[in-house]
């Protein structure tokens, strides 16, 4: 097993989630945490590949987040090479990583640099009208907390604090 100052040497993100969720002691588990944060932080390209969710403190692999048959809602963050937050988008497709890697593709991101994504967030669920309705209500209440700051296809130009986004699905979700 590597030490703390390996795993950070070497950016073994997988190896601080495998000793994190391994970790028999309390007082090592929020050590762990902070080196998955901070190599999360500084290399974007585990982002393509995890979920990092710093509310509940857990690291989810896309895979055993998202099933084929299933209608997905998610929030993502796109950056540019300077590990910039360009845009924050809400969105909806039954095949979200396909969906996220064609973003890139798209013309306001190729005019504004922007070469990578940062998931925060995808919610799975079985009914294609559920999905659809919580991607609206994301909108709608984004578009509220932040107004002036939307952009056409569901963009924000500004940074979007997860508690906002959190309390609308939640509020959603409950009804």
Known sequence: MKSVERVRAT???EEACDRYNHCGSPRWRPVWWNV?????????????????????????????????????????????????IVFEKVGFSADPQTRWNNILNENYCKNNF????????????DEKDIALGLESALRAGLIKAYRGHHVPTDRFDCPIDEQIVYE???AYLAA
């Open 36 to 84: 998955i944060c901070e190599l999360w932080d500084t290399h974007t390209k585990w982002a393509k590949y995890y979920i990092l969710d710093k509310v509940n403190k857990v690291v989810t692999k896309f895979k055993d987040v998202i099933k084929k048959k299933a209608f997905h809602v998610y929030w993502i963050s796109l950056i540019n090479y300077k590990k910039e």
């Open 168 to 170: 609308i699905a939640d």
């Open 11 to 13: 950016n073994d993100f």
């Open 114 to 125: 922007i070469y990578n994504y940062v998931v925060h967030k995808v919610w799975e669920l």
